[in-house]
Structures are given as structure tokens and as C-alpha cells.
């Protein structure tokens, strides 16, 4: 056996050195089935260590199977058969750390999402609240409500009838750390009587993603300017159907009155379930937001999802769903199985906040913030693409989506804005099916840009795409921002 040497001003403690050392001995083969190690005491005084750093080494390898205990303080190497992967070698996995960190370190604007400005929240304020649940230290000591925290439901409960029409009640409300974690758990509860569902197209792909994955079969239903095509879903025979219509993603389209109602006869006809993703309903920059369709629905047939990521940080990671009374039975049954992730403290601290009115404040605050930015963003693109671009021009949501009369196919303009610091996505990526496009459609979001650089964002993106045309420069445009 080599000279094992053990470095004091390395990161890892001494007992991980060691442990590596052996570990690596035994994956090439260099200590070999039956070889004994050296013991506890020896080695110890050999290396100039405590016994216990040896022991804490030789207790991993035992546990994770590298070797056995054939005596009080001698150990023997077990059998290694090998890894069917390839081990990556630190410096490897260092190299592939620094890569990705180069990567995001180019990220300068980020048009890909939809995350919050970064003044866009009193975090001070926010702050207190935290403190105050950790007054209540008995509510923090077990794991919580598997439903969600009353407190928060009662007041989700107020806040969807009050700004989305809806009448719930709080018994028919789960919280979950997120939509895509909710989903996983709705799967669980419709699979029993569906095997198909309807997702617009394009549409939420992680949702559809979720449901394959549990083994639903996807129809992708074209999305006309006034919602799902009714005829292909009608003509589809599935009973379950996805839809965002308050602000379809990402088109942005938002179904009018009269094709809600229509949705909604047709779900009662054929006993449907509907799930309505309320996504970006917030953000309607004139009139008052649509009611939702759970609060045009008489029946029984409306599955409501909504989510605080877009008003909220997201790191918060709190979201909740709605499910009709018919449906409760079948998620009771099994709520023992569905685990509450989304964390204590953050309810009960939101329950509080909402019930002092501060997310009807932040809601308008962030309404304000992001009309002023939506003006400058759009007026942006038209004074710096001109006729180079098509823009789906919209008085709601984050983002619009922008028609690139380019040649260059998609996925070559995201690389190409990612070469000039601007991350943005492609409306491709969002469809189930491949659809030819005679131009490449792009999604754009503007919450995350700071609006002084609203237009040296959008001038980044010009360079990209058409670098061989006239820089427009801030004083040109200085009219107009």
C-alpha cells in the first residue's frame, strides 16, 4: 500500500481524505477481495491522527459496502464487482461545476422568465411576518396540516371568491410547494376513470410531461385567438382537459365569456373534469381581471389550480388547488399518501399576510410596476426590430410573444441570443407535436428585466439576430422611453 497522505488545508475533513484514499483503491482494484486494512490503532499513529478520524473513515466504507468487520479492529475489503457507470473524477466534476457556472455567468438578460423583479417585493415587511410565526413555537414542532395549514385555506378560500369569483370553501382546498407538485398528486386521484386528457396546443409542457408520466395518453387541442379548438376536443372523446383561460401559455389568448360557457356545457353533457391553471390572471393591465371559469361553473366539474409565484417570490414555493366536493372522497381516501411539503412557517405567514390585506397591496403594486414595464418593453421592440418583427401585442401577463422574420431556424436564434447574454425560449419547445412554422416564434418575458435597461436588452437581442443592421441608440430612441 502507497503512502496515503492527508492534507489539513483541504475543504474535506481528514476522515473523507481517507476514506477516498481507500475507496479509490478498491474501485481500480489496487486493494484486492480479502486484503485486510490496516487497523484502527496503527494507522492512527501512523498518519499522526486520531483514532477516531480512522474509525469515522472505516465506518463509511463499511456502510456503503466497500468493506467488512472480521475483527474488533481490523476490517477486510468485501468483493467489488464494478460500476456499470463511469466514475467522474473530481476534477471532472469540477470542470463540469465551472462550466455550468460559465454558462449562467453569460446569462445578462434573462427574457426566458417569469420570475419576479427583484423591487418587487418588500422582503423588510415579509420579514417581520416570519418572525411572528416563530412566536406560535407549537405550530412549528410537528409537521403540519397534510391538507395545508386552516389559516392559509381560509383565506385562499376568501381570496379566489373575492378576485376570481369563485365560491369555495376552505375543506376543498390542498396546499402543495408548487403546481407541478399538485399535479402529481391530481394524477393520482383522476387515473382511476381517465386514460386520456386534452392539453392546449401549445401549451404547459411540464403538465403534460407530469401526465405521461403517469401514463395518461397526451391529445394535443390547437388553441384558436378565442381558446381550444371545441370541435377537435369534442371529437377527441376524452373526459379530461387542461386549459390556462384567463392567459393561455404561452400565446397569451384569453378565452372570452361566451366559450367558457360553451366549455362548461360540454363538460356537464359528457361528465368531463376541467382543470384550469389560473396562470398570470392577475395581471390584467385594464378593466378587471375575467372570472375564472371555477367561478362560472354550476356543476361540479371545474378543478381550480393557482399559484403565488408570480406575486410572491417564488421561492416560497407555495401553490393550492381546488377540487370540486365530488372529488374530495377519492383524495381523503388517500391523503395519507400525499405528504405536505410546502413549509409551515411560510403558510401561516402568508395566512397573515393576506389577512392584513398586504397581497391585495402587493398585487397592485406589481400591477403597476409591470404595466409601466410593458409599455417600455413593447415600445422597445417596435423602435428597435421595426418591421424585422411581429409582435402578439397584449394587455395582460409577463411575457408576448414575438414573430422573427428570420431565416435562421429556432433553435438557432436562442443560441445566437445566448452568445450576446440573452436567454429566451422557443414557442417550438412548447408544442407535443412538431409544427412547421414559416418564421420562428419566440417568447419574451419583461419581468425580470430592470426597466433602465429595458432597451439595451432588446438592442442585445438585435445584434443577435440581425447584427449586419443599424444599431438604434438610446438617443434615438429617448422620444419614446
Known sequence: MELIMLSPESKDPLYIQLYQYFKGEIETSRLGEGEKLPSIRGLAKSLAVSKITVEKAYQQLMSEGYIENCDRSRYRVN???GSVFKAAWPTEVQAAATAGKRAESK?????????????????????????KVFLNKERLVGYGSIQGEEELRSEIARYVHNSRGGKVHKEQIII???????????????????????????????GRHIFA????????IEMNPDG????????SKTRLVYISPSHQFPTGYIMPIGKRNRLLRWAKEVGATIIE?????????????????????SGENVVYLGSFSKVMPPSMRISYMVLPDRLLPVYHKNATLYNQAASTIEQLALAKFMADGHLDRQIRRLRKLYSEKSLLFFDALRQVFGERIDVNDTESGLHTLITVKSNRTAQELV???????????????????????EYPRMILYFSKIPAGDMLAAVQALKEAWFPDETRITAKACGNSL
Open 79 to 81: 468483493k467489488f464487482e
Open 107 to 131: 446569462i445578462i438578460y434573462d427574457f426566458a422568465s417569469g420570475e419576479m423583479d427583484q423591487d418587487g417585493f418588500n422582503f423588510s415587511l415579509w420579514k417581520r411576518y416570519i418572525s
Open 176 to 206: 402543495g410547494p408548487g403546481v407541478q407538485s399538485l399535479l402529481n398528486m391530481l394524477c393520482s386521484i383522476l387515473k382511476a376513470d381517465n386514460c386520456s386528457i386534452a392539453f392546449e396546443e401549445p401549451g404547459f409542457k411540464n
Open 213 to 220: 408520466d403517469h401514463g395518461f395518453h397526451i391529445i394535443p
Open 228 to 235: 381550444v379548438n371545441m370541435d377537435e376536443l369534442v371529437a
Open 277 to 297: 391553471d389560473d396562470y398570470d390572471s392577475e395581471f390584467r393591465y385594464f378593466g378587471r381581471p375575467i372570472p375564472a371559469l371555477k367561478g362560472l361553473d
Open 415 to 437: 443560441d445566437r441570443a445566448m452568445l450576446k447574454g440573452c436567454r429566451v425560449a422557443s414557442v417550438q419547445d412548447y408544442y407535443w407535436e412538431n409544427i412547421p412554422e
